[in-house]
């Protein structure tokens, strides 16, 4: 593994470049491999225990943008222009509590622990679940998966401005009308999953109209 040493003025200069994108040019397609490098990003983001709260729909079918326009006031013009555009889910209670089938096999199957490791780590991710960070409603579940799917959403939009591609993170959807219908027209099993974000991922059809407005520095830090 090599230790990475990209230049610290040219990552500052990705941050002032990236910009919540409202129009793309409809002409530019960001590549497949580039898509991929941008997906990848999200599968490498930390997350709770390592369990990967989270699955990722790439909408590419014309129709299925359509439908998205209704149920999506913040997107209209992105899913119009948006050369990739992905639906960020989180998972669901039924997926994520402690003793679900899902964290079993996560455990077993994907980081392949032994059988003695599984039984000390599901007591350590009860007892966070359970005493330490109170997740007792599915509601606290979900929000809690999808804060953890907003980091994979930050380093996407990351990468993807540390390689000259723009995009729109989109939180402006009505919750419940677009999970209905995730649920009948995506294929998307809504008991398990729910609809976290969307985001656009394209080229920008012209430089901001503002420069970049943020609050000082010292108003957002504090040293001790
Ligand atoms: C969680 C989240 C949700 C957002 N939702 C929308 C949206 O629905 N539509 C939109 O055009 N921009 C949306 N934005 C973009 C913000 O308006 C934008 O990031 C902010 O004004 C700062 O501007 P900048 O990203 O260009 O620096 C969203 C941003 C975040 C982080």
């Known amino acids: 593994m090599t ?3 990209i230049a610290k003025e040219d990552i500052i200069n990705a941050f002032q470049y990236r910009h919540a994108t409202k129009e793309f040019d409809a002409t530019k397609t960001v590549s497949d491999a580039d898509m991929d490098f941008i997906l990848k990003t999200a599968s490498l983001s930390p997350s709770s225990f390592g369990f990967e709260p989270w699955h990722f729909i790439v909408v590419q079918d014309k129709e ?3 439908l998205l326009k209704p149920v999506a006031w913040g997107a209209p013009l992105k899913l119009d222009t948006a050369s990739h555009f992905v639906l960020g889910l989180s998972m669901k209670a039924p997926m ?11 455990m077993k199957d994907v980081k392949q622990l032994p059988a003695d490791v599984i039984e000390m780590f599901s007591k350590f991710y009860r007892e966070f679940q359970e005493r330490d ?4 409603t599915d509601k606290k579940l979900f929000d809690w998966a999808s804060k953890q ?4 959403l930050g380093n996407m939009m990351t ?3 540390l390689t000259g591609i723009d995009s729109c ?3 402006g959807f009505h919750q419940e009308k677009a999970e209905d219908l995730l649920k009948e027209k995506f294929g998307v099993d809504t008991d398990k ?3 976290s974000f969307m985001v656009a991922f394209g080229y920008r059809k012209d430089d901001p109209e503002f420069g970049k407005s943020r609050r000082n520095f010292e108003d957002i830090v504090t040293f001790k």
């Open 3 to 5: 230790t990475p040493n």
């Open 64 to 66: 299925l943008r359509e």
């Open 96 to 106: 994520t509590k402690w003793e679900s089938d899902y964290i079993m096999s996560m």
């Open 133 to 136: 960070f109170d997740l007792d």
């Open 149 to 152: 799917t907003y980091i994979a």
């Open 159 to 161: 990468a993807a401005a």
């Open 169 to 171: 993170p989109i939180e």
């Open 193 to 195: 999953y729910g609809l």
